[in-house]
């Protein structure tokens, strides 16, 4: 039975239809691509995910394992069907007002899982939401707001409804209706009609070298395949890289591959055609090279070299250096000491890398997913060889980015298809080759020692961190330098020495991931304060306070830091629950069994921006003379919510309400260069740039008006009101003459943080704000069988002020969930765990309940007082959790992940026995 | 273009298996993850419109289980005790939208080393029916997976049940399993025991298998038979050590160490009789 003349029929959200695809077709791929429904997303086509999920038959299942042939005369529900049309449904609705869905990929699928116990269950407990959304993955929000969501659909009571303001209100994020009722268009979702396909042909080796043969011959037996890129063909610089200095990516390799699952050929012809071939097909002569991995491999001295400039293997060092170490922790009461080693990290955002190219006469326009469509545009341009300004970037909703969208993917090589074959190019990287191909947390291997004085003041610190960059340098220089500014974590100390290197390697390019090997070092320097404190009979957190940086101390940088740093504030908000919790596990002391709690206690600072460079925001905001407003914000939203912030900030400075705003976001043609979403900068740097944008077009308004700073506005239609004690001024805006675009006003603003360059010790001013914040976390370790099971987690961080609160929690709740699977579970191996089956990351039921305390003091640089806290939030975590584990154990496993083997090892080792 | 054919009754599927090469699939929870990055090739050969291979039956030697029986309905049926170990791995397999797919004749056929309902199925000695054109074969599941990937099933035949056998006395049985994480999980080892009991208590048979250990789950005898005869209100764990585990050739991999696995394959099988040692409910 293959789908017969009159094709398979089914009813497809309460309509009947007929599909003509081939019985064997997955369901995913047929509501994608035959009924356009693209609501539906595909984040790994093997079940893992969860992101495809529908109804079928009014059950949840997986469209990506169904084929077609199964649903003859079934019944399929997509989020397309979830609501009457236009409308939302209560679901869709409670999502919005919680703040369940960030950057939207994984919502249709939980909406679909949801909806599926609602039918079955119409008043679910906790457990059972849990159980019901526990095949979908999402690695933004932490599923703490997801789970609120879904209980509040099923309750009784009424929806909340939105508050009213700009700055610090609960506002719905602006692109939620579209990420809610899956009309968010993400990399994959848009393609233009006669769109030929781009498959990448990617190393199976960590590295070799190879000749390719005869292509046009294969070619010829391939009809559909149009045309085969070769590094031969890339028409500019073949090479791409974050550093000018360093572009040491190939978009093609050339004769020479360093990681498997590096690109070496793209396949360009009809999606049939290049779906169909098997790589092995191809004229590729492999010869496979012994390749080097991990550091210590790459240090040694017969290692083999992976760039020939670099015959040490080392990309660069890092260092920070203030007073004489070796002296302080000679004199110290009290030394620690610490070995820690991590792993490769897999970002593991649900949307895989996806997008299509244009060309347009000498231009060309690339529609993809990113987090830095300017960094793209240089980089594009300088791989076509041709000059930026004939580069636009239009950015897709971007389904998670978290530091892995930072670098170019899909972009080069779509933009060389497309102008070499004059037609749009599209393509769409399975899981497999998003998980080999993108960059990945760096694993480091550190070492360090601190001391205190017998009055619990900390003396010296000494740190050395290598770091694994993987075969390419990506963001491996800014990991080897923001490190030792944040290696001592945030501490007053007399002496300071902090080193670091980024090694060469063949695993995967390590990049940007949420905290830029800051969550790693932390991990040592928040076991080396506990470690001090029980030296010295010191309480923990006590320690912490006593030494915990505040306005006015200089930091071992040598900058003296300002108002706005809330460290204190955020353990001092801690204390109450830290004594309340400390107690009753003493008291539950001896009765545990197997099972083991333990209390842990870490804080972090995180510098927000680039380190000691410029990185300036341009915003523009525009008046109609219809009345309305437009922000032109090129900061792109990752799903942390800076399309919804920066119309807060902008309309707080303006006067006017969020209602009247539109947007448009990132696209390079239209919009300023808002730097990249990066390094916790928006909300400081954007956020300061689309506040001074909005006063300048109030300013222009004023005086209009003729009114002073005080002056009240009000837009009715085309009248805007200008009120200023009793006086009344109107201004019609249609009188006056429209500029670019048909706007009659616009205004602009920048903005670049303060800093200064660092001298050959680190000594300067890195940064010109800093977040910071404390987490505990309470765990259950099980002593036979080495499982770790953090029970809650408290979070208190210095946000300056929360612009919009429910984003704030969403951040830190996400942040965790990330923390949780660093600490223990996430650990990628090159060519055996490049899928979401084997490659783990917490599902709902491994993220426990979050207590979230937001210490608002305000920072003197920060729009209205705000600060960034997307990186902060993950950073404290694990070390937490690490503490908790050795709290409860007296065990403090050196390697993270802690995976319950190598606790019960580390256990074992201690004579340690439930 | 791909063939497809989906019979709706035994003998067209049979007589299709018989003439050709068909990649069975039901649902196929397996094959399409097999093949994220290359479309399938062989034809296909659906038999979920079967009536025959859907359904529970009891039946006079115990109960036949259809080929097709999904995970979902062995985790939300009321069943007796005999089918809570069965229905404790329904739970974990996969999320909710594969138990509503996955069957249990493609977890047996596919058999992985980490099939979750092998061990627990060895446990309760169940028996595997396989027909084709050329008639019925009935053997035990123990024989019936030979290794990783690998069983006796031949190019021409379909599994079209599973039996279980009644029961000596009480069935008390369960599975346990370990991850790393909550959802979602991929064991590094699982156990499950099946004990029938007279109405004291007394041990009558004892079916105990362990998977994720070895290229195949295993039964373990030593420890069966010291189960034998003890009663359930001993402190039973004290028959497990070291010992009971020699059949099992564990390897370290991604997800945990061959030592590791020894480990907590102990603990887990003396928390499993620490839990069948709970006050009897109800007969089966
Ligand atoms: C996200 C995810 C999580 C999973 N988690 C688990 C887990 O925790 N534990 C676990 O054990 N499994 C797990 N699986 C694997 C899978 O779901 C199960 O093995 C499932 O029971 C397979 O059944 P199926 O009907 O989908 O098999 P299919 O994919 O349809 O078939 C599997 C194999 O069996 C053959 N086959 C199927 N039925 C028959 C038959 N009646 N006669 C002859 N041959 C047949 C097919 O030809 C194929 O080779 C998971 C899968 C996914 C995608
Ligand atoms: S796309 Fe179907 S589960 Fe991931
Ligand atoms: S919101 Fe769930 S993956 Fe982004």
Redo the contacts between chains.
């Keep these: 039975?293959?789908a017969g003349p009159g094709g398979l029929r089914f009813v497809l959200n309460g309509r009947p239809v007929r599909s003509r695809a081939?019985?064997?077709a997955?369901l995913a791929q047929v509501l994608r691509e035959e009924f356009g429904l693209t609501g539906t997303k595909i984040g790994?086509?093997?079940?893992?995910c969860?992101a495809c999920?529908v109804l079928?038959d009014g059950?949840?299942?997986?469209a990506?394992?169904?084929?077609v042939?199964?649903i003859?005369g079934g019944r399929v529900v997509t989020v397309e069907g979830l609501a009457e049309k236009n409308g939302l449904d209560r679901l869709q609705r409670a999502f919005l007002i919680t703040g369940a869905a960030q950057c939207g990929i994984c919502t249709p699928g939980m909406l679909m899982?949801a909806a599926?116990l609602l039918a079955r269950r119409p008043s679910p407990d906790e457990t059972e939401v849990?159980?019901?959304i526990?095949?979908?993955?999402c690695r933004c929000t932490g599923y703490r707001k997801i789970v609120e969501a879904v209980l509040l659909a099923a309750s009784d009571r009424p929806l909340p409804t939105e508050p009213d303001g700009r700055m610090g209100a609960r506002r719905i994020r602006l692109d939620g209706p579209d990420k809610v009722a899956g009309r968010a268009a993400f990399g994959a979702d848009r393609r233009p009609r006669e769109a030929l396909e781009l498959r990448l042909v990617r190393s199976p080796h960590h590295r070799a070298r190879f000749g390719i043969g005869d292509l046009e011959g294969f070619r010829a037996r391939h009809p559909g395949i149009l045309r085969i890129l070769t590094a031969a063909d890339i028409p500019g610089r073949n090479g791409f890289g974050i550093y000018p200095d360093l572009k040491d990516q190939p978009v093609l390799a050339a004769g020479e591959v360093r990681h498997r699952g590096e690109p070496v050929l793209a396949l360009v012809g009809t999606p049939e055609a290049v779906?169909?071939v098997?790589p092995e097909e191809l004229p590729i002569a492999w010869e496979p090279l012994p390749p080097v991995f991990g550091i210590e491999a790459a240090l040694a001295p017969d290692a083999p070299v992976v760039h020939a400039g670099r015959p040490d293997n080392v990309l660069i060092e890092g260092r920070v250096r203030r007073g004489e170490v070796e002296t302080a922790l000679r004199g110290s009461a009290v030394r620690a000491e610490i070995a820690v080693e991590t792993s490769f990290v897999e970002h593991a955002y649900i949307e895989p890398e996806a997008g299509f190219a244009v060309r347009r006469g000498d231009s060309i326009e690339i529609f993809a997913t990113t987090q830095a469509p300017y960094m793209d545009r240089e980089e594009v341009a300088a791989v076509l060889g041709i000059p930026a300004e004939r580069v636009r970037i239009v950015p897709s909703a971007c389904g998670g980015g978290f530091g892995g969208k930072l670098d170019v993917s899909v972009q080069p090589i779509l933009a060389v298809a497309a102008w070499l074959l004059d037609r749009p190019v599209r393509t769409v990287w399975?899981?497999?080759?998003s998980m080999a191909a993108s960059t990945k947390r760096h694993p480091a291997r550190i070492r360090a020692e601190a001391g205190a004085d017998t009055e619990g003041r900390l003396t010296g610190f000494r740190f050395h961190g290598d770091f694994d960059t993987g075969a390419y340098a990506s963001w491996g220089p800014t990991v080897a330098q923001r490190v030792p500014v944040h290696a001592t974590g945030p501490y007053r100390l007399r002496a300071a020495l902090c080193t670091t290197r980024g090694i060469y390697t063949n695993g995967p390019p390590a990049g940007a991931f949420r905290g830029f090997g800051v969550p790693q070092a932390a991990i040592a320097h928040e076991a080396l304060m506990d470690m001090l404190a029980d030296r010295l009979g010191m309480d923990r957190l006590e320690f912490r306070l006593a030494n915990a940086l505040r306005p006015g101390d200089v930091t071992h940088c040598g900058q003296r830091l300002g108002d706005g740093v809330a460290l204190a504030a955020c353990l001092e908000r801690l204390r109450p629950i830290w004594r309340e919790e400390r107690d009753r596990l003493a008291a539950g002391r001896g009765r545990e069994g197997p099972l083991r709690r333990g209390l842990g206690i870490a804080c972090m600072w995180y510098g927000l921006g680039n380190t000691s460079m410029s990185n300036p925001s341009t915003m523009e905001v525009g008046l109609s003379q219809e009345g309305r407003l437009t922000l032109y914000n090129g900061a792109v939203d990752i799903g942390q919510g800076s399309a919804t912030i920066m119309v807060q900030l902008c309309a707080e400075a303006l006067g006017l309400p969020m209602e009247l705003f539109d947007q448009v976001l990132g696209d390079t043609a239209r919009t300023r260069d808002a730097g990249k979403t990066s390094a916790s900068r928006q909300t400081l740097v954007s956020g300061n740039a689309a506040r001074l944008a909005g006063l300048d077009l109030r300013r222009q308004i004023l005086r209009l008006a003729n009114a002073g700073p005080d002056a009240e506005l009000r837009l009715e239609g085309s009248l805007l009101e200008v009120r200023e004690g009793g006086r009344l001024r109107e201004i019609d805006l249609r009188r006056l003459v429209p500029g670019e675009g048909g706007e009659v006003l616009r205004g602009i603003g920048s903005w670049d943080p303060p800093t200064e360059p660092l001298d050959a010790d680190g000594q300067g001013v890195p940064y010109a704000s800093y977040g910071f914040a404390a987490q505990m976390a309470l765990v259950e370790v099980d002593l036979?069988?080495?499982?770790t099971r953090p029970l809650r987690i408290w979070a208190a961080h210095d946000v300056g002020r929360a612009v919009n609160p429910t984003l704030v929690e969403g951040q830190i709740e996400g942040g965790i969930a990330q923390g949780i699977g660093l600490a223990?579970?996430e650990?990628f191996?090159p060519g055996?765990?490049e899928?979401l089956?084997?490659y783990?990351i917490?599902?709902?039921?491994?993220v426990p309940e979050i207590e979230i305390h937001l210490i608002e003091e305000g920072d003197p640089l920060g729009p209205f007082g705000a600060k960034g806290v997307g990186e902060p939030a993950l950073i404290p975590t694990a070390p937490a959790i690490l503490n908790a584990i050795a709290d409860a154990t007296g065990v403090r496993p050196g390697r993270v992940p802690v995976?319950?083997?190598r606790l019960?090892?580390a256990l074992a080792a201690a004579k340690v026995q439930g | 273009m791909h063939i497809y054919e989906r019979p709706r009754d035994l003998e067209t599927a049979l007589a299709l298996l018989a003439e050709g090469d068909w990649q069975v699939m039901a649902g196929g929870t397996d094959i399409y993850p097999a093949r994220v990055d290359r479309p399938l090739e062989r034809p296909l050969l659906d038999i979920t419109a079967i009536e025959a291979l859907h359904g529970i039956e009891e039946t006079g030697e115990g109960y036949r289980l259809g080929a097709c029986l999904r995970w979902s309905e062995l985790r939300d049926r009321p069943l007796p005790p005999i089918f809570d170990g069965l229905r404790k791995a329904a739970a974990t397999i996969g999320g909710r939208q594969i138990q509503n797919r996955a069957t249990l004749g493609g977890n047996l056929c596919n058999a992985s080393p980490a099939a979750d309902g092998i061990p627990v199925l060895m446990a309760l000695e169940a028996v595997v029916e396989l027909r084709s054109l050329r008639g019925v074969r009935r053997i035990p599941l123990v024989d019936f997976v030979r290794g990783n990937r690998c069983t006796a099933l031949a190019p021409d035949e379909l599994l079209t049940a599973v039996l279980l056998p009644r029961p000596r006395g009480r069935s008390r049985t369960t599975f346990l399993k370990l991850g790393s994480r909550a959802h979602l999980v991929i064991s590094i080892t699982m156990i499950a025991l099946a004990l029938d009991c007279d109405p004291a208590g007394r041990i009558l048979r004892a079916g105990v298998a362990v998977g994720a250990c070895a290229p195949t789950a295993r039964r373990l005898p030593l420890l069966e038979s010291r189960l034998l005869g003890r009663d359930l209100a001993e402190p039973l764990a004290t028959a497990v050590d070291t010992a009971v585990l020699a059949p099992l050739a564990p390897i370290d991999d991604i997800r945990g160490t061959a030592a590791y696995r020894r480990r907590a394959t102990l603990v887990l099988l003396r928390r499993g009789l620490a839990e069948l040692a709970t006050p009897l409910r109800g007969a089966a």
């Design positions: 039975m293959v081939p019985a064997g997955r790994c086509d093997a079940g893992d969860g999920t079928l059950a949840q299942v997986c990506c394992l169904v084929p042939g199964q003859e899982a599926d849990r159980d019901a526990g095949g979908v993955l779906r169909k098997d399975s899981r497999p080759e036979e069988l080495g499982t223990l579970m650990e191996v055996r765990n899928n089956h084997d783990l917490p599902t709902v039921g491994d995976t319950p083997d019960l090892a």
